[in-house]
């Protein structure tokens, strides 16, 4: 259980899911009203909304109310964030663990 429990908080996905979910937060209660840090600060959901397919695809969810210039936001793009986040972890964690094994990785020159 303690192995688990480390695991997951030294994981970079769990922290990146955090910081998404303390963003959805900020941008849902007002302290990001003109989307800067929910969409242009993520490279994904601002390559989306550059796109006219993506945005309206993005904006076709349900809408839900939030302290933000236009008042209301789709569900989709608070989705899409966190999923985007959760992706930028698990590469990180992916570098990390390929980094360990190389580092672990006995050379070429060592006798084993």
Known sequence: MK???KLL???F???FAALSL???WNHYSGGDS???VLIY???ILESISLNDA???LLNSGPEI???TIPGEISVYWYVAHLLSFILYGAVLDGIKAVVKLLLRAPSKGEAT
């Open 54 to 56: 993506g945005r309206a």
């Open 3 to 5: 192995k688990a429990l």
């Open 22 to 24: 303390l963003i959805i």
């Open 13 to 15: 996905t769990f922290w």
């Open 65 to 67: 109310s939030a302290k």
């Open 41 to 43: 600060f993520n490279v």
């Open 34 to 36: 003109k989307s800067i």
């Open 9 to 11: 908080i030294t994981s």
